[in-house]
C-alpha cells in the first residue's frame, strides 16, 4: 500500500482520461466561439456569503456540501470553494460593472468545481464543468437558444440518446401562492417527513422536491406541481420557451416535477438525462433562469439565464460505450546517437528540432546505437535522426524507420525535411 493517496472523492486523471477531458473542454470552447461566449475565469474561492446568498443557504449545496476555508485568525472573511460558477460570475459581473456593457453578456468558464458530496460513480468532491451565462435578456429566444446548445455539446461529444427535461418554476409573482400550497401539503404529511425536510419545511419548502431521501420519493410524487400554479406572465414565457425549442428541432419532455436543487432558478429550469436514466438523480448537466441574482449579488435587477454541465459524467457516459479513446499520438522522429556517452549531441540536435515547432524525442539512455533504434521503433517513430561523426562536418543520418531506407542530411536542412516528410506521410 502506497503510504498517500489522493483524498476522498476526487482522482487523478491519468493521461488517457486527461485527454478525454481536453477533448471535451475543446467541444466546448468550439461551441462558446460559435454561440458568443466568452471565456472568463473566476477564483476557485469566494467569500462564503457569495454562495449563501446566490444558490440559498437552505440547499444542500451550500448546507452539506460547501468546502468552507477555516479562515486565518487575522482574518474575519470565511472562504469556500466554488461548488458552481454562476455565483461567482454573476459577483464579477457586479463588480466589473458589466451591466454598462452591450446586454446580454454572454460569458463561459471551464473549470474544476467542489462539493463535499458523498462520494460514488460520477458524484465526486472535484469535478469539472462546461458553465455557459447570458446575462441581459429576459428570454424567452435566449433560452431555447440556451438549451439547444448543451444539447449540441453533446451530440458533438458523442454521447448518445441524451434527453432534456424542461420546467418553468415560476417567479415572484406566481411562487409565494405556489409555496404556501405546498407546504400546506407538506404539513399535512408531516409525519412521514425526515427530520431535515421537516426542518426545511419552515424555511425553504422548495427544496423538498428535491430531496435525495428514498422516504421522500412517493410524498413527492404526489404534491402539488408548480407547473400548473404558474401566472400568466410565466405561463406565457413558459409557452413561447416551448415554441422555440420545437423551431430549433431539439428533443425534449415536459417533466412537471422538475425543481433544481439551487435557490436562484425562475422560470425555465431544465436537465440533460441519458435516456432511460432520469430516475438516477444523476443529470449530466443542468441550468435555468435566474431573473433575481444579479439584484440578490447587489446589482441592478438584470435577468440572465444559464446551464453547467458535468464533464466526469460526461465521459463516464461515453466510457460506458467505448467512445473514450484519444489515440496516442507518436513522435515524428527519435533523435539516437553512435556515440553512447554523447548525451548532449541528442539533446542540442533534438532541442533544434523542436524549436522548429516538431514532435520529437531525444534518446537519453546510453546504450547500444542497435538499442536505440529498437526503442525508435517501438515508439512507432517515423523516423531517427542519428547523431555521429558527420556532425563535425554539420550533418547526421536520417533514417526512415518504415521504408529502412537512410541518407545523410545537412542538419540546416534537417527541420525542413523533417516537416515536409511529415506532411506527406499524413497525406498519404
Ligand atoms: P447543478 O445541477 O448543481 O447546476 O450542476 C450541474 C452539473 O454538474 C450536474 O448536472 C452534474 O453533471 C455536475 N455535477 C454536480 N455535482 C457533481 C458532483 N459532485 N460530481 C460530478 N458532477 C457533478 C449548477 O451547478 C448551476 N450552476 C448550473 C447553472 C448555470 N444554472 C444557471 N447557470
Not at 20 to 48: C, H, I, K, N, W
Not at 181 to 197: G, S, V
Not at 321 to 334: N, S, W, Y
Request: overall charge negative; hydrophobic content about 40%.
Amino acid at each position: 500500500m502506497p503510504p498517500f493517496r489522493a483524498p476522498r472523492g476526487t482522482r487523478d486523471l491519468l493521461p488517457d482520461v486527461s485527454a478525454g477531458l481536453r477533448r471535451l473542454e475543446g467541444v466546448a470552447r468550439s461551441l462558446s466561439d460559435r454561440y458568443g461566449y466568452r471565456a472568463m475565469e473566476t477564483p476557485m474561492f469566494e467569500q462564503t456569503a457569495v454562495f449563501e446568498r446566490g444558490i440559498g443557504e437552505v440547499t444542500d449545496v451550500v448546507e452539506k456540501e460547501l468546502f468552507r476555508i477555516a479562515p486565518r485568525s487575522e482574518e474575519a472573511e470565511g472562504w469556500a470553494l466554488r461548488p458552481e460558477a454562476t455565483a461567482g460570475i454573476v459577483r464579477a459581473f457586479v463588480q466589473h460593472g458589466m451591466q454598462t456593457w452591450p446586454q446580454p453578456v454572454k460569458l463561459t468558464v471551464v473549470g474544476p468545481m467542489f462539493r463535499y458530496d458523498r462520494p460514488q460513480a460520477g458524484r465526486y468532491r472535484q469535478f469539472w464543468q462546461w458553465d455557459a451565462e447570458a446575462i441581459g435578456d429576459p428570454g424567452p429566444a435566449v433560452d431555447a437558444e440556451m438549451v439547444e446548445m448543451g444539447y449540441r455539446f453533446y451530440v458533438e461529444a458523442g454521447v448518445p440518446d441524451v434527453q432534456v427535461l424542461l420546467n418553468s418554476i415560476g417567479d415572484g409573482a406566481c411562487r409565494p401562492a405556489y409555496l404556501e400550497l405546498l407546504t400546506a401539503y407538506f404539513r399535512r404529511h408531516e409525519t412521514q417527513l425526515p427530520e431535515l425536510e421537516r426542518r426545511r419545511l419552515d424555511s425553504n419548502p422548495l427544496r423538498l422536491l428535491d430531496s435525495k431521501d428514498p422516504a421522500m420519493t412517493a410524498l413527492v410524487a404526489a404534491a402539488p406541481r408548480i407547473g400548473e400554479h404558474l401566472c400568466e406572465g410565466c405561463t406565457a414565457h413558459f409557452a413561447a420557451v416551448k415554441a422555440h425549442m420545437d423551431a430549433l428541432g431539439v428533443p425534449y419532455r415536459v417533466e412537471p416535477t422538475l425543481v433544481r436543487g439551487l435557490d436562484y432558478y425562475t422560470r425555465t429550469a431544465f436537465e440533460y438525462y441519458r435516456r432511460g436514466a432520469e430516475g438516477q438523480q444523476q443529470a449530466l448537466g443542468g441550468g435555468g433562469r435566474y431573473d433575481g441574482l444579479v439584484e440578490l449579488l447587489g446589482g441592478r435587477a438584470t435577468p440572465g439565464i444559464g446551464f453547467a454541465l458535468g464533464l466526469d459524467r460526461v465521459l463516464l457516459a461515453l466510457a460506458e460505450t467505448g467512445a473514450t479513446d484519444v489515440a496516442e499520438v507518436p513522435p515524428l522522429a527519435v533523435v539516437v546517437g553512435a556515440d553512447p556517452a554523447d548525451t548532449a549531441a541528442r539533446l542540442r540536435v533534438a532541442s533544434l528540432l523542436r524549436g522548429e515547432g516538431l514532435r520529437v524525442r531525444a534518446e537519453l539512455a546510453p546504450r547500444k546505437l542497435g538499442r536505440q533504434l529498437e526503442t525508435a521503433s517501438r515508439d512507432h517513430a517515423h523516423f531517427a535522426v542519428i547523431v555521429g561523426d558527420e556532425l563535425a562536418e554539420g550533418n547526421v543520418q536520417l533514417k526512415d524507420l518504415e521504408a529502412g531506407t537512410q541518407r545523410l542530411v545537412p542538419l540546416v536542412d534537417l527541420a525542413h525535411e523533417l516537416a515536409r516528410a511529415a506532411k506527406s506521410h499524413h497525406h498519404g
